[in-house]
């Protein structure tokens, strides 16, 4: 499919923000909104101490879990329309109702930033990826944390290695 703003051939890969925060929020709120409702009516049934502590402890819990996923919540909010779009010889990054492209040849500098990644199986490893991109004419692109940053790096690399690998062989 060809992009209708900028001819940068055809469409790669869409990045949006992710709704991954939404399966912790599934699987960890509701069973302790159970686990809050049990203790509740256990408290309100039987009137001791440790009926009370046992409601205050699950209280506790439910609030700092609530917070976090809250927090994920606000951060995905934020972001929610973002999408960046990657083509053969280019990208176009939208977000907050404004779109900035950029081809592979425009690319001044690409600024990193280094986070730890979890493997299953292995010791954690740190990775550089994506935070933003400098353009040749100072522009700066910066993406949302929201997105797949370790994917769309890769992406992008390839990408950036392919059209350098092709203008050689010219």
């Not at 819990?61 to 909010?77: D, M």
């Amino acid at each position: 499919m060809q992009n209708p703003y900028t001819d940068f051939g055809e469409r790669r890969t869409i990045y949006r923000a992710s709704l991954g925060w939404l399966w912790w929020l599934v699987l960890c709120v509701a069973p302790l909104l159970l686990v809050t409702a049990v203790a509740a009516v256990f408290a309100i049934k039987s009137v001791t101490p440790g009926a009370f502590s046992c409601l205050g402890g699950a209280v506790l819990v439910l609030v700092l879990v609530g917070a976090a996923c809250l927090s994920e919540f606000r951060k995905w909010y934020a972001t929610r329309t973002v999408q960046l779009v990657i083509y053969e010889k280019g990208l176009t990054y939208e977000s907050e109702g404004r779109r900035q492209s950029c081809s592979w040849d425009e690319i001044k500098d690409i600024n990193f930033k280094r986070i730890e990644v979890k493997i299953k199986h292995s010791a954690p490893r740190k990775v550089s990826v994506i935070r933003s991109i400098v353009k040749g004419d100072g522009t700066l692109i910066s993406f949302a944390e929201t997105l797949n940053l370790e994917k769309f790096t890769l992406q992008i690399a390839e990408q950036r290695k392919g059209l350098v690998n092709a203008e050689s062989v010219r």
